[in-house]
């Protein structure tokens, strides 16, 4: 207990050092004080009370003013002084971590966030992170869990040389939740010089420095969570590099995401090797405690799946009270969903999770046709959508539009997280 109390003194203590900017402010505090019990000694006089107030009482009757007038007039000055000093104190605490004009802004902003509902958002890649950008501006309480089974382009070289999972939709989720000024940029910038830096990202290979730097995947994703000081917080599936397998429709198997894009014919199912990667407890934890899980928008066997295929994190889902909603992809991807129409796609997710999502949200709306025949040449269609499968299974379809308006046919994050949150319980 001793100790205890001196750490509280030295603690104050602190506060006295030179240079703090607080001692002067702390002084006018003082006097204003002073001034106000002057005042309300006047006010209450019915006697002698201390020497030094009768002194002062007497001056002010030799200067002929009554004693409710001096009392009060001393009590005012003393609110006044006393109200300057603690606002010039703290005003220059402040200083020393943020600008003070802004901080009422700030705290309302930050206690309304607190306020907002749990929410867990699975996925990858442009999807998820875009969809996180939208609910950032409703809700502290949020949770992205991204898929780390990608293993092309940057994230397929740092996986190699490292033994790590997939860390590209790791940082464009870091980047989309921090709040630390033009971080998101600088997450997102790719080197196009440099032996062995070109193609990379600075975020990609922040988050191998950080698991280089401490030796545990998932410790380097704790300490990126902090350093960039998220509204939320995101978290892999699994810190463990895990390889996507899949079973297309003709049986054959295909071993790697950037594989399994690219092969032709159907994929009937996907799972992972080890079967069993270990799931981080923030994200157990995070998920008991949610009030929705969201399940993309993203690529069906390759994002949305893959985020949750680790056996604990399907069981945590399945055992959640949540609502747990599932985003359909607004276009098919070619090699991966050719054909498969919305109810296709809930299928597939409720075949590998174990459990039905509560609802599916569909955009319905009319897309740009300039955009459609981009996409065309591509290979790549608006999902369709057949209200009666739906209705037959008894699961509740959102419809409505939800596609950004724009060159890209993708979802509007402002558009699905309204949507999204009408869906809380």
């Not at 699975?122 to 501006?137: E, Q, R």
């Not at 990608?150 to 980047?175: E, M, Q, Y």
């Not at 950037?258 to 992972?272: F, K, N, T, Y």
Request: aromatic share 8%; net charge neutral.
């Amino acid at each position: 207990m001793w100790a205890k109390r001196a750490r509280r003194l030295l603690g104050f203590l602190r506060w006295l050092r030179p240079g703090m900017g607080v001692k002067r402010y702390v002084l006018v505090a003082a006097a204003g004080m002073l001034l106000m019990f002057l005042g309300v000694a006047q006010l209450s006089w019915q006697g002698v009370f201390l020497d030094w107030v009768l002194d002062f009482v007497l001056f002010t009757r030799n200067l002929g003013l009554p004693l409710w007038l001096s009392g009060t007039v001393s009590f005012l000055v003393g609110l006044g002084v006393f109200s300057l000093g603690i606002r010039a104190m703290n005003r220059s605490i402040l200083s020393a971590v943020t600008d003070p004009d802004e901080l009422p802004e700030r705290i309302w902003k930050k206690r309304r966030l607190e306020a907002g509902p749990r929410v867990v958002a699975l996925g990858g890649g442009t999807g998820l992170s875009n969809l996180l950008g939208g609910l950032k501006t409703r809700t502290a309480n949020l949770t992205g869990v991204v898929a780390v089974t990608d293993d092309g382009g940057s994230t397929g070289r740092l996986r190699r040389s490292f033994d790590v999972p997939a860390v590209g939709d790791l940082t464009d989720c870091l980047a989309a939740l921090s709040e630390v000024e033009r971080m998101p940029e600088l997450m997102k910038y790719r080197f196009q010089r440099g032996e062995g830096l070109s193609g990379h990202t600075f975020g990609n290979l922040f988050l191998v420095s950080l698991f280089e730097l401490t030796g545990d995947f998932a410790e380097a994703v704790r300490m990126a969570d902090r350093v960039l000081a998220l509204s939320g917080a995101v978290y892999p599936s699994t810190p463990h590099p895990a390889r996507l397998v899949a079973e297309l429709a003709g049986g054959e198997r295909v071993e790697g995401e950037s594989r399994i894009r690219e092969a032709p014919g159907r994929v009937r199912r996907v799972w992972l090797e080890p079967e069993n990667p270990p799931v981080m407890p923030e994200v157990l934890r995070a998920v008991a405690r949610a009030q929705l899980i969201v399940l993309g928008p993203g690529s069906l066997f390759t994002s949305v799946i893959p985020s949750f295929l680790p056996p604990d994190l399907r069981r945590a889902i399945a055992e959640s009270p949540a609502r747990l909603v599932y985003v359909v992809n607004v276009m098919t991807e070619p090699g991966e969903t050719d054909g498969m129409d919305a109810y296709a796609h809930y299928k597939a997710v409720a075949e590998h999770l174990g459990r039905r999502p509560d609802a599916v949200l569909v955009h319905t709306a009319p897309l740009d046709p300039e955009a459609l025949a981009r996409y065309a040449e591509e290979g790549q269609y608006p999902v369709a959508y057949d209200a009666a499968p739906f209705d037959a299974d008894g699961v509740r379809v959102v419809e409505g539009d939800f596609a950004h308006a724009g060159a890209f046919v993708r979802h509007d994050p402002e558009k699905l997280t309204t949507r999204l949150l009408e869906c809380v319980r």
